[in-house]
């Protein structure tokens, strides 16, 4: 298993990105209304961020992104990428998002009807094993 992280830049992409990834056969995830660290501190009154940068990032119009994390299996990156590549874009052009997993030892909680993710990755670990 794996824990999907998108932070999500390009905001009228996000409808397009979960119907995709629902369609996908990835039902689940949890959607956190986010901001980054330089829009953050170009809001701020602080002496650390001049004047300059406080206006490029306030005249983007883009203060805001979103964080979609989801529980996948392991099969199951490949369609997410293809998902986020057709609805979202290029990752490496700015201002459409970024993508990342981390391995899952431990998962407790995940509803019943998402409970075979667990199953067939405890399935494909025992084939590997044997």
Do not use: C, H, W
């Amino acid at each position: 298993m794996k824990l999907m992280v998108i932070i999500l830049n390009k905001l009228d992409a996000l409808e397009y990105l979960l119907e995709g990834l629902s369609a996908a056969g990835i039902g689940g995830a949890t959607i956190i209304e986010s901001s980054g660290m330089a829009m953050t501190l170009s809001k701020l009154d602080s002496s650390f961020v001049s004047a300059s940068i406080r206006a490029m990032f306030s005249s983007s119009g883009n203060e805001d992104n979103r964080t979609i994390i989801s529980v996948i299996r392991n099969d199951q990156l490949e369609v997410a990428r293809k998902v986020i590549y057709s609805t979202v874009g290029d990752l490496s052009m700015p201002n459409t998002g970024v993508l990342f997993t981390l391995p899952i030892d431990f998962a407790e909680g995940i509803r019943k009807n998402r409970g075979s993710i667990m199953n067939q990755e405890q399935s494909n670990e025992a084939k590997e094993q044997g």
